[in-house]
């Protein structure tokens, strides 16, 4: 019965993302949202009291799997670096093909000032890059002078600009080599001169054929 309900649960999560992402978190109702999930809204009230309590689930479901990533990559030794580097290649493919994902970063730019505060997708994705950074800064990843905080600031500035981009409509293949053109000169701002050809700027192989795939 635990196992049924919680697979219930993932359907209205899914078919929220699913209508969070394509009308807007004001003008998504819960009568849609029930109705894309095939049931009813009294089996959606069971299990969320309100269209708040469903986009929250909805960003935290997205903040598990940004986790998740992190996590397989850290527990793979990735360096701290190249996880950033991966993560914003994985960003750019689930905003391609992963609704939740893409109605996570949504519901924060629609709900800002909200009382109570919703989740904050973007935060999340701060936190994992600050942690990121401060782990190569203390192994010696990066350049002396990149002590203060203007790596922070850029690479919050691109995931930002890597979710427009994704929002125009732009094709897989191509979001992702923009995304690797960012991190050539990203890069060589970041990282000792010596150590550039440690990482790579362009997708994982997985990852390129995944992205072909769903393109």
Known sequence: ???????????????????????GYANATLGQIAGAAGMTKGALYFHFASKDGLADAVQERGRALLLDFVQ??????????QVLIDMTHWLAGTLHDDP??????????????????????????ITEVLRLLGQARAAGELLERDATDGPEALLSAIVCGITVLAGTGLPYAELSRRVAALWQPLLSALVPPDDLVRYRTHPPAAEETSGEQAA
């Open 100 to 125: 939740v994902i893409r109605a996570s970063f949504r519901i924060t730019n629609e709900c800002t000032g909200r009382q109570p505060p919703v989740t904050d997708f973007h935060q999340a994705w």
């Open 72 to 81: 397989r990559h850290w527990e793979a030794g990735v360096p701290p670096v």
């Open 1 to 23: 019965m635990q196992a049924r309900s919680q697979r219930t649960r993932q359907r209205l999560v899914h078919a929220g993302a699913e209508m969070f992402n394509r009308n």
